[in-house]
């Protein structure tokens, strides 16, 4: 499919990567590629499946979230549930920023926001540990989060 991408078509996702709640003719202007030419490829890289969603890159903090934590999560193999089931369960609870099906020791990663330590302790204990299909995880708060 990467045949159906050329440099003009990187240069739009490379800048609505930073942008993406610009306009069409602010991007158009930023690029100086034609109007018409931006939307037409927005919407075929939307279309093709290049482009997923438009979505937010939140400021925790601001919001009041100051305890990030990545949670790893061993899959227990004798669950009810399976693997794939069970991580899209995790990406539906609340302080879930992501959910990502990994190898190595671990099964099922997960970044979470909570207010406090207190928060994220009662999230690990009374929602993650209950949960059936999860076997052992091992809880990883961020000092700082980059990018």
């Known amino acids: ?32 590629i034609p109007r018409a030419t931006i939307f037409e490829r927005m919407e075929r890289l939307k279309k093709d499946g290049f482009i997923k969603k438009f979505t937010v890159d939140l400021n925790y903090e601001k919001l009041g979230y ?16 399976d693997q794939r089931s069970l991580c899209y ?7 879930v920023i992501s959910a990502s099906i990994v190898t190595g020791n671990w099964d099922i990663i997960i970044l979470t926001s909570h207010k406090s ?16 299909g999860i076997g052992k995880s091992l809880t990883v708060p961020l000092f700082e989060k980059v990018l």
């Open 89 to 95: 369960n995790l990406s539906k609870l609340d302080h």
């Open 117 to 132: 330590m207190k928060d994220l302790s009662a999230f690990v204990l009374e929602k993650l540990r209950v949960m059936d």
């Open 1 to 32: 499919m990467l045949e159906n991408i050329d440099k003009k078509d990187m240069k739009i996702i490379d800048y609505l990567k930073e942008h993406g709640r610009d306009k069409i003719s602010d991007i158009s202007n930023s690029l100086d």
């Open 66 to 81: 100051t305890v990030l934590a990545y949670i790893l999560i061993e899959y227990d193999p004798k669950a009810k549930t």
